[in-house]
């Protein structure tokens, strides 16, 4: 190691930059979380007339938990004088907090079935409501002699520190379904929901009526359908609905006042302001689904179909839009956003058997999805890191500057737009997209995409005589990966180097090679090679074999001279392997965050058995 961790009389030694980790792990003391949750569920059922079921459900929960943070002074020293360099942290300090939590949940409903000669119909109404009430305490003190202790009682009272907080919410729902069978083969559901939250003015919208029906017809069972023999199933079936959304933070339609302290006139002083914008005209996001589908089996049920069509519309969007800086305040939340996403998805299942002792069976699910941004009352574009949000394109683009390979002379940089910084040969090219001679943030654009498409996935099982087989294989035809910085660049933050720098431009190679190079030349906080470029970005598709099971099982006609009822042998892996061209990351690895842990292959083998 380059750096000491801790020395033969049991000091700590620095690290690279500052603290070492064993330090942090052993001396840095404990945080600790204790969670104590009751929880009762009172029932009462009602059956007053024949198909006619009415439930009372009542099920407070409590829940208490308590946080006890100690952090303990770390001193580290010279190796050679062994004299103190520094404290990390600087003293001793404890953060004892308790949380308390109240959450009651009551439900009344009724149910009616009733079957006449050729049609089955069941009635539901019911109403619900939830509330919640958090409360919490928190208190600190510091510069203790004595940090093993964990009571505050145990530090001065000098520069302590007390919080508390409350909050509460509430949920009333009222909601009814019908839903009709006629001769077994024309279906239909109608639901409808009236929500209302505390989260919203009593004065505007405080409830959203969210309906939503469903129609299906069981084609197959119809007269002109039974000559088809090779047919087993083939059901159509259309829908059509809507769903509330009240996810916004609690009260956003009151003035909430911040409070603090400040110095006037030398003295301290407890201070009060509106920070945050009230709007009371907000409610309930809405969400619109309309899908259409069918089901079908064939070769009696040996191959089983399933397709679905979907256009999701999310209408009202609560969001937070920037007000003109005059007010002086944060904007508050306000219905301003529409999205639409459009996709399919298709599940193909086959199942038979060869013979008497051969068994298998596969299925292929696939889907994709397109996202849009229909409106934004007008604002926009918003931009956040390499990501972008506007009208007519998907929620969070990939935003930066589009590459044009690499400079191979002196040149192509003199003839060429300014760049950043001081450019050299081996450096990327960036694209004037303005025309305007200065290549900077004016010359970002959409470069790709951070929804993944056409994603897949298959299982195969096998049996044969005892032996067993299953693999689950997992993939995605169609994804941008954008990685940066450790994940990228040669020497960021003292990393070193990878195969995939190997390619590098160089002043040392032929012309051609560098023409063909798949890296700039090496570079250590070089602004123009470090912007968000479309020369990051990688084909991140994949197909990966997620999970692999491989079995024997003794058969019965052995174990029944045994006190086994199941004896198995089996082999089973995650994560197994991964076919991509992604270099040197995991191609599920979030977008731009060369942090992510690696997923990790396990494999375990075992004996399952059971007695008889």
Same mark, same amino acid.
């Given at each position: 190691?380059t750096?000491?961790?801790?020395?033969s009389?049991?000091?700590?030694?620095?690290?690279?930059?500052?603290?070492?980790?064993?330090?942090?792990?052993?001396?840095?003391?404990?945080?600790?979380?204790?969670?104590?949750?009751?929880?009762?569920?009172?029932?009462?059922?009602?059956?007053?007339?024949?198909?006619?079921?009415?439930?009372?459900?009542?099920?407070?929960?409590?829940?208490?938990?308590?946080?006890?943070?100690?952090?303990?002074?770390?001193?580290?020293?010279?190796?050679?004088?062994?004299?103190?360099?520094?404290?990390?942290?600087?003293?001793?300090?404890?953060?004892?907090?308790?949380?308390?939590?109240?959450?009651?949940?009551?439900?009344?409903?009724?149910?009616?079935?009733?079957?006449?000669?050729?049609?089955?119909?069941?009635?539901?109404?019911?109403?619900?409501?939830?509330d919640?009430v958090?409360?919490?305490?928190?208190?600190?003190?510091?510069?203790?002699?004595?940090?093993?202790?964990?009571?505050?009682? !145990?530090?001065p009272?000098?520069n302590?520190?007390?919080?508390?907080?409350?909050?509460s919410?509430?949920?009333?729902?009222?909601?009814?379904?019908?839903?009709?069978?006629?001769s077994?083969?024309?279906?239909?559901?109608?639901?409808?929901?009236?929500?209302?939250?505390?989260?919203?003015?009593?004065?505007y919208?405080? *409830?959203?009526?969210?309906?939503?029906?469903?129609?299906?017809?069981?084609?197959?069972?119809?007269?002109?359908?039974?000559?088809?023999?090779?047919?087993?199933?083939?059901?159509?079936?259309?829908?059509?609905?809507?769903?509330?959304?009240?996810?916004?933070?609690?009260?956003?339609?009151?003035?909430?006042?911040?409070?603090?302290?400040?110095?006037?006139?030398?003295?301290? !002083?407890?201070?009060?302001?509106q920070?945050?914008?009230?709007?009371?005209?907000?409610?309930?996001?809405?969400?619109?689904?309309?899908?259409?589908?069918?089901?079908?089996?064939?070769?009696?049920?040996?191959?089983?179909?399933?397709?679905?069509?979907y256009?999701?519309?999310?209408?009202?969007?609560?969001?937070?839009?920037?007000?003109?800086?005059?007010?002086?305040?944060?904007?508050?939340?306000?219905?301003?956003?529409?999205?639409?996403?459009?996709?399919?998805?298709?599940?193909?299942?086959?199942?038979?058997?060869?013979?008497?002792?051969?068994?298998?069976?596969?299925?292929?699910?696939?889907?994709?999805?397109?996202?849009?941004?229909?409106?934004?009352?007008?604002?926009?574009?918003?931009?956040?890191?390499?990501?972008?949000?506007?009208e007519?394109?998907?929620?969070? !683009?990939?935003?930066?500057?589009?590459?044009?390979?690499?400079?191979?002379?002196?040149?192509?940089?003199?003839?060429?737009?300014?760049?950043?910084?001081?450019v050299?040969?081996?450096d990327?090219?960036?694209?004037?997209?303005?025309k305007?001679?200065?290549?900077?943030?004016?010359?970002?654009?959409?470069?790709?995409?951070?929804?993944?498409?056409?994603?897949?996935?298959?299982?195969?099982?096998?049996?044969?005589?005892? *032996?067993?087989?299953?693999?689950?294989?997992?993939?995605?035809?169609?994804?941008?990966?954008?990685?940066?910085?450790?994940?990228?660049?040669?020497?960021?933050?003292?990393?070193?180097?990878?195969?995939?720098?190997?390619?590098?431009?160089?002043?040392?190679?032929?012309?051609?090679?560098?023409?063909?190079?798949?890296?700039?030349? *090496?570079?250590?906080?070089?602004?123009?090679?470090?912007?968000?470029?479309?020369?990051?970005?990688?084909?991140?598709?994949?197909?990966?074999?997620?999970?692999?099971?491989?079995?024997?099982?003794?058969?019965?006609?052995?174990?029944?001279?045994?006190?086994f009822?199941?004896?198995?042998?089996?082999?089973?892996?995650?994560?197994?392997f991964?076919?991509d061209?992604?270099?040197?990351?995991?191609?599920?690895?979030?977008?731009?965050?060369?942090?992510?842990?690696?997923?990790?292959?396990s494999?375990?083998?075992?004996?399952?058995i059971?007695l008889?």
């Open positions: 190691p750096y000491a961790a801790k020395y009389d049991g000091s700590w030694g620095p690290g690279w930059e500052g603290g070492n980790p064993l330090a942090y792990s052993f001396a840095a003391g404990v945080n600790s979380n204790t969670n104590n949750t009751g929880l009762m569920n009172f029932q009462a059922n009602y059956k007053p007339l024949k198909g006619l079921n009415i439930n009372f459900n009542y099920a407070p929960r409590f829940t208490t938990a308590f946080a006890s943070n100690n952090q303990k002074r770390i001193e580290y020293f010279n190796v050679d004088s062994k004299a103190l360099l520094f404290s990390s942290p600087t003293k001793n300090t404890l953060t004892n907090s308790n949380t308390n939590v109240l959450n009651n949940y009551l439900k009344a409903q009724a149910n009616y079935t009733r079957e006449f000669n050729w049609l089955d119909v069941s009635i539901l109404a019911g109403a619900e409501q939830t919640n958090n409360q919490s305490f928190s208190g600190s003190r510091e510069l203790t002699l004595f940090p093993d202790l964990v009571q505050l009682n !145990a530090y009272a000098l302590q520190n007390v919080t508390g907080d409350a909050s919410w509430a949920l009333r729902s009222y909601y009814g379904r019908l839903n009709l069978v006629a077994n083969k024309y279906l239909l559901e109608v639901n409808s929901r009236y929500d209302g939250s505390s989260r919203f003015s009593a004065d919208k405080r *409830f959203g009526f969210f309906p939503s029906v469903s129609a299906g017809w069981i084609m197959s069972k119809e007269k002109f359908m039974s000559d088809i023999k090779w047919l087993s199933l083939l059901k159509l079936r259309a829908s059509w609905g809507t769903l509330g959304n009240q996810n916004v933070g609690d009260f956003p339609y009151i003035s909430s006042i911040v409070l603090g302290s400040g110095v006037f006139n030398g003295n301290i !002083a407890s201070v009060s302001a920070n945050t914008v009230a709007n009371k005209k907000i409610s309930w996001e809405s969400t619109e689904v309309k899908n259409i589908g069918f089901n079908a089996g064939i070769l009696n049920n040996k191959l089983n179909v399933e397709f679905d069509y256009i999701k519309n999310t209408n009202d969007i609560l969001l937070t839009l920037p007000i003109p800086l005059i007010v002086g305040m944060s904007p508050g939340v306000q219905n301003a956003g529409r999205v639409e996403n459009k996709g399919w998805d298709l599940q193909l299942n086959y199942n038979d058997q060869i013979g008497k002792d051969f068994k298998f069976g596969i299925t292929g699910v696939f889907s994709d999805v397109k996202n849009k941004v229909l409106d934004l009352k007008g604002t926009g574009p918003y931009i956040s890191g390499f990501q972008i949000t506007k007519g394109e998907e929620i969070g !683009a990939l935003f930066g500057l589009q590459a044009a390979g690499l400079f191979q002379t002196q040149e192509q940089i003199t003839t060429s737009a300014t760049q950043y910084g001081t050299k040969p081996g990327i090219k960036y694209v004037d997209q303005n305007d001679g200065i290549i900077n943030a004016s010359d970002r654009v959409i470069i790709g995409s951070r929804i993944p498409r056409n994603t897949y996935s298959a299982n195969l099982f096998f049996d044969y005589k005892g *032996f067993d087989v299953t693999l689950f294989f997992q993939g995605v035809g169609k994804y941008n990966g954008l990685q940066i910085q450790d994940a990228a660049w040669a020497f960021f933050n003292a990393g070193s180097v990878r195969d995939i720098h190997l390619g590098r431009w160089s002043p040392t190679k032929t012309a051609e090679e560098n023409a063909n190079a798949t890296y700039p030349r *090496f570079f250590i906080s070089q602004t123009n090679n470090q912007q968000t470029s479309s020369y990051w970005m990688d084909n991140a598709s994949y197909i990966k074999l997620k999970t692999v099971s491989i079995g024997y099982s003794l058969s019965q006609s052995v174990l029944r001279k045994t006190p009822s199941l004896f198995k042998v089996y082999l089973s892996g995650q994560n197994v991964s076919w061209k992604v270099p040197g990351y995991d191609p599920e690895a979030p977008l731009g965050n060369p942090f992510n842990y690696p997923q990790v292959s494999f375990v083998t075992g004996i399952q059971s008889k």
